[in-house]
């Protein structure tokens, strides 16, 4: 019914019916990164990509992590790949 009277509206409407029959958000709410965790699955043929969506930053999480490990300064390098930017990545 809401599809037909507000299209506008479903993604609200599906959240809202969520919380209320299993009564609480942890099924809507999008999970928190542990950067800890990505960082200790990766590896020199593993790295990490992050795929963003628009208006996300994760970098000031990135640099946290960067300085704690020990890669502050010329050891952490971070590229954003931009119309343009093809050629600064190979």
Do not use: W
């Not at 299209?7 to 969520?18: A, E, H």
């Amino acid at each position: 019914m809401l599809r037909c009277l507000r299209p506008d509206r479903i993604i609200n409407g599906v959240k809202r019916f969520i919380v209320e029959a299993y009564g609480n958000n942890h099924f809507v709410q999008p999970p928190t990164l542990n950067y800890d965790k990505i960082y200790s699955q990766s590896n020199q043929k593993c790295p990490i990509v992050f795929v963003l969506s628009p208006g996300s930053d994760p970098l000031s999480d990135i640099s946290k992590l960067a300085e704690n490990m020990g890669f502050a300064g010329t050891k952490f390098k971070y590229l954003a790949l931009g119309q343009g930017m093809e050629t600064e990545a190979t």
